[in-house]
């Protein structure tokens, strides 16, 4: 019976600060990073499963510290067993009564357990030899509500309403896979959109971005009203009236600053205006929608697990839904932020760039697709066209879509090479 | 001109799930930790800055690898200059732009921040010869409002409003304290009521408690119903009808569970519930609050930051504000949730047990008395009778009151013989 033989961490590093590739008003020089695992099996099929954490650069050795603290709930245990229950492993993952005071479901230890999980997802994606869109969306209704941990949503969602919504996604499965595998998945991109970009720049990636086939563009705003009002009417002119320009304010505004600043820049026709205020901020972004409707408010990226975004949903706080796919506990905790997404009614637009998040979110958007919501009406997947190249699966986006992986697994596997040339000499060793 | 030359820290850890001293429905067989440590400076004085972040055993080692992620911004600082800014100092550690991506604001890198914070506090009232709570309570409205970060939190909470708050403070200061220094301040006990104990040893606790003078006890429920109501009914036998009992859930209940939960304890006249659910559900405590009223709803231990705390006031989902020492950004951001709980009109009644979190509360309760709040009505601090004795300062508990430490420092400090005895050799860096 083949076992779990090794969990190996990495605190793999890429200097984008040098380019201001990501700058934002919140973020100004970020240095896209991943705490990285692969586990590795006795199984003698040469498989791993690899998962990891985004991060920005300095903390990256605390999150693969966390990782290293979670070594001792998988090392030793059966593959098969594991794989076959990983709506258990989460739970005893997330609850585990004295990592969770750690928290409890938030930060960096979460994310540790969002990437062993996802880990384990590649896995058993790749033993099946499936991409995890499709092999998610193989797993009947009943199959996947075991995933999810229904503890402080039932007040929302129950396990018989989530069932009944996946039902009703059964019929026209088929026909909705081909459509993905023929069509792909809608994108829009932030490429042209970083605060530290000059205004030729800007205007060069608004043209390219057109060219390329996205109907969404998004700008990161929130640094100065004056910058954003000229760097909005350049993209503007750039892209044309028929494409949409959504803004991103990274948190950086209080509930009034944020309204006066978005009604400024109403006259740009903005598809949404991504992080008002502080990620914790349910009741303050409530209060921001109502002010700015129709302007839909966006978030997600940095909510801290389901029971957030429940609160988000029941508040009317957002009309769409950000998750992301290493801040929560992993695809379990997705699964069930889509069926909350799905039993509101509000359309889910993941978050991606980084590194590696656009590999690995899709597969979430594409399983909502084709067997939670069954829709792709507006919804899209952010693209930044950045560190693709350091994955053994980059994603393939082509004519502003997604075109669904098939190779087997989540998405989350970087070459080796990059690996060893990107991976930090831990230094937190240096103990007092 | 002294600088700031090192940061030591200590993993410390107590086997106290040996006793089940601290064992509740959440958390069966805790060891109270603390990711300890200390500030050094060339002074030439000897006095040292001492914090820590409490823990419950595992991931105690990823805590202190978040502490020692800070020492870039604390070593070599001066000393002078660091210590009349701890504003200034906080937002540079809160807002790093890099770190901030692993909470934001929440989770281990928040509270190791606080850790630092509380470390530097306790190094400036070294310095000045005074416990935290008088050197508090003797700056102007204008320097403690310059502690304050204000962001996210101006819908609610002005500097102006926080300002008038201080100045309607300001009379009656030194016949408060002449109070305080003769009767202490108000103390409830939850030595009595964990849930590891059998009936016979609560029962004999709870009569101990009264004899030990406390008005309050305080029980864990959660596990099991009729457990719950056995428990209450030996509780309220052995206390006598004049004695308030309050129960903690730890987060144990759905909403619609807690309700059910709550209304079936009704009888035991319950002073408060604690943790009733999710500590990030501000709506889910909004309908518990609402459904069991006039049964108080109290919450705060695991409240991860001041933008929760400002939620919960804003929905009405507590009447009981029980901040920590060491779960937020240290002595600054309870300084905020102080001035929150104040314009809101509900009381504060700290958080404590665990390893020193006694030691460190108590200055803030103190601050509020004498600077803020000025009131003890119904107001007390949480006390649990272990691991004092680890600690250079420990508390005065008499008579159901905490009396008010008179050695200069924060509280934070623990004997050196106990962190040498109680450190735990790192195993976090055996690197995969």
């Known amino acids: 019976m083949a076992r779990l033989i090794g969990m190996h961490t990495h605190d793999v590093r890429f200097p984008t600060s040098r380019t201001l590739d990501g700058s934002d008003a919140m973020n100004p020089d970020p240095d896209y990073s991943a705490a990285y695992l692969r586990l590795v099996t006795d199984a003698g099929d040469g498989l791993e499963g690899h998962g990891f954490v985004f991060t920005i650069g300095r903390g990256n050795d605390v999150q693969v510290a966390a990782l ?65 869109w499709r092999l998610l969306a193989s797993l009947s209704p009943e199959e996947i509500v075991g995933l999810v941990d229904f503890r402080y949503l039932s007040d929302a969602l129950t396990r018989e309403e989530a069932l009944e919504i996946l039902r009703r996604a059964e019929p026209g499965r088929a026909e909705r896979e081909g459509r993905l595998l023929a069509e792909g998945y809608p994108a829009y991109t932030t490429t042209p959109g970083w605060l530290g970009y000059d205004d030729e720049k800007l205007a060069r990636l608004c043209r390219e971005a057109v060219v390329e086939g996205f109907s969404q563009i998004k700008l990161k705003v929130g ?142 958007a594409m399983f909502d697709f084709l067997a939670v919501s069954g829709s792709v009406e507006e919804r899209m997947i952010e693209f930044v066209d950045h560190l693709h190249e350091h994955f053994v699966t980059p994603v393939d986006v082509r004519h502003g879509r997604y075109h669904p992986p098939l190779a087997p697994g989540a998405g989350t596997e970087m070459h080796p090479q990059s690996i060893e040339e990107y991976t930090q000499t831990p230094d937190q060793c240096a103990a007092g």
């Open 68 to 132: 290293r603290a979670l070594e001792g709930f998988v090392v030793g245990r059966e593959v098969e067993a594991t794989l076959a229950d990983l709506g258990g492993v989460w739970r005893e993952l997330v609850h585990d009564s004295q990592l969770r005071w750690l928290g409890p479901e938030k930060g960096v230890m979460h994310m540790a357990v969002g990437a062993v999980v996802n880990a384990l997802w590649d896995l058993r994606a790749k033993r099946a030899g499936q991409p995890l």
């Open 223 to 364: 640094g100065d009203l004056v910058d954003d009002t000229r760097r909005l009417g350049i993209a503007r002119e750039a892209v044309g009236p028929g494409v949409r320009i959504a803004v991103d304010a990274n948190q950086r505004w209080d509930v009034a600053e944020a309204i006066r600043w978005i009604e400024a820049l109403r006259p740009f026709d903005l598809a949404w205006v991504e992080e008002p205020t502080s990620p914790d901020d349910v009741l303050g972004h409530a209060a921001i929608a109502r002010a700015v409707a129709p302007v839909p408010v966006a978030t997600g990226e940095h909510a801290a697990n389901r029971v957030v975004f429940k609160q988000f949903l029941q508040a009317e706080a957002l009309s769409v839904v950000q998750l992301d796919a290493t801040r929560v506990a992993g695809v379990n905790e997705n699964v069930a932020i889509l069926l909350l997404a799905a039993k509101f009614g509000v359309r889910v637009c993941p978050h991606a760039g980084g590194v590696g998040l656009c590999e690995a979110v899709q597969h979430l």
